[in-house]
């Protein structure tokens, strides 16, 4: 069994004040329902479990019923970092599950090849995540405005969602996370701390996320050519 722990319980700060970015309207939905739209009609998905704020429960239980989203779902309060609102997640699973995906609400188009490919490398080596290669001349700074040197591209990857582990792997890396106190930006980054390799699947269509307003143009126009394919 495959799971999905959709994180929605962000405040999206950059998007500016009294902004939630997930209710934003693109393409003519909010971006979250294309979130979970997404995986509502992947085959290799079996439940859906969405780790929201806990006053917009009622929003997300709308969302469900104006959508007829199919999959088996569950609404979870999210904790106080992104790392909590995932153990959230995780701990609302389905005990049959096996394999899970962690993804942000707010990354609308991602491809169902892209799912299927990371939960596919993960069953066979634990962990898996969608990434890109980077094009672009990297500099890393003095920690101001001035440049300290140039980092060589050739092996860095931008990480991206979904990122897709046995459930047990994940749990272990999680817990591990917890009992030192650390802080992590993603769900890789727990893993690389107990030592569990991590497989990178080059997501090769764009797969942005909304973080600023700026985004939006960008993905509804994404959104857009996606309906028109299908």
Partial sequence: M?????????KGTRMGPETDKLFLEVAGRPVVAHTWARFDASACVDEIILVVRDTMQPAFADLAEKWRFKKPHRLVVGGKERQDSVWNGLEALDPGAEMVAIHDGARACTSDRLIADTIEAARTLGAAVAARRVSDTIKE?????????????ARLWAVQTPQTFRVEVIRRALAAVRQQGLLVTDDAAACELIGQPVTLIESLAPNPKVTVPVDLPYVELLLQGAQRST
Avoid: C, F, P, Y
Avoid at 2 to 10: E, L, N, P, R
């Fill in 2 to 10: 495959t799971s999905v722990v959709i994180v929605a319980a962000g």
């Fill in 141 to 153: 700074s003095d920690g101001g405005h001035l440049i300290a040197r140039t980092v060589e591209r």
